[in-house]
């Protein structure tokens, strides 16, 4: 089980990005997947989720309205994370995670997600 996340770069405020989290190996539609962020010398952030038990799309309040979770049903093997409108304070490393059967209280514990993948930086800056 592996995962890869790219899509990261230079962007200046205001700009947008897409990451992409692809899976190697396995089809992520039994899995929820989550999109983390973590800033130097910060704790590691949930944004976003794709709860795969139900279906249902799930959103930080630090970035709803800025950001879309979406999945390729076509492969179920790539989700997406489309960013817009972006801060400074977005500047950070992005990574996506996946796990099987997690209860919709921990969706956002990072803690929950067994497989990880090796993260992209993201740099918000003019």
């Known amino acids: 089980v592996q995962l890869q996340a790219s899509g990261g770069g230079l962007v200046e405020p205001g700009g947008s990005l897409r990451l992409s989290c692809a899976a190697k190996g396995f089809t992520l539609y039994y899995f929820t997947i989550g999109w983390f962020r973590q800033a130097p010398g910060r704790e590691r952030e949930w944004l976003s989720c794709f709860d795969s038990t139900d279906s249902k799309i799930h959103y930080a309040d630090s970035v709803k309205g800025r950001v879309t979770i979406d999945r390729d049903n076509a492969k179920n093997t790539v989700v997406y994370l489309q960013m817009n409108s972006l801060k400074s304070e977005d500047t950070a490393v992005y990574y996506c995670?996946?796990?099987?059967?997690?209860?919709?209280?921990?969706?956002?514990?990072?803690?929950?997600?067994?497989?990880w993948g090796q993260g992209t930086q993201v740099t918000v800056s003019s």
């Open positions: 995670s996946a796990q099987a059967g997690i209860v919709s209280s921990s969706l956002s514990n990072s803690r929950a997600y067994e497989h």
